[in-house]
Nanobody
Framework: QVQLVESGGGLVQPGGSLRLSCAASGRTFSSYSIGWFRQAPGKEREFVAAISWSGGSTYYADSVKGRFTISRDNAKNTVYLQMNSLKPEDTAAYYC????????????????WGQGTQVTVSS
C-alpha cells in the first residue's frame, strides 16, 4: 500500500503556471506507476497524465499535451505535474493515484488515491 498527498494547487491567471506535487509514503513507491486525474464540478473525473515506475515512459491526455509535464523523483517519493499555459478549462480538483501495474489512462486500474488539490484558472 502507498499513501498519497497532493499539494501545489491554487488560483492562477490564464496563461500562468503551477507545479503540483504528489508525495507518497511507503518503501515500495518506486515500483508504482502514478497517474494524475482531474474532476471539474458537474463533470466526470478524467485522465490527465501518467508516468511509469521508472519515469522512463509518460502518457498525456490530448487536452494537456505540450502544456503539462509529468515527472518523478523516486529518491524523494514524489511525482510532479508541471502545468504551463493554463486555461480556464483546466480548473478542477487534481488527484494523483498509484497502481502497481503499468501506467494507464484508466482510473479503475488505480487502487490508491490522494485527497486532491484544487486548481482554479481565472482572471
Amino acid at each position: 500500500q502507498v499513501q498519497l498527498v497532493e499539494s501545489g494547487g491554487g488560483l492562477v491567471q490564464p496563461g500562468g503556471s503551477l507545479r503540483l506535487s504528489c508525495a507518497a509514503s511507503g518503501r515500495t513507491f518506486s515500483s508504482y506507476s502514478i497517474g494524475w486525474f482531474r474532476q471539474a464540478p458537474g463533470k466526470e473525473r478524467e485522465f490527465v497524465a501518467a508516468i511509469s515506475w521508472s519515469g522512463g515512459s509518460t502518457y498525456y491526455a490530448d487536452s494537456v499535451k505540450g502544456r503539462f509535464t509529468i515527472s518523478r523523483d523516486n529518491a524523494k517519493n514524489t511525482v510532479y505535474l508541471q502545468m504551463n499555459s493554463l486555461k480556464p478549462e483546466d480548473t478542477a480538483a487534481y488527484y494523483c493515484a498509484a497502481t502497481p501495474g503499468s501506467y494507464s489512462p484508466n482510473e479503475y486500474e488505480y487502487a490508491n488515491w490522494g485527497q486532491g488539490t484544487q486548481v482554479t484558472v481565472s482572471s
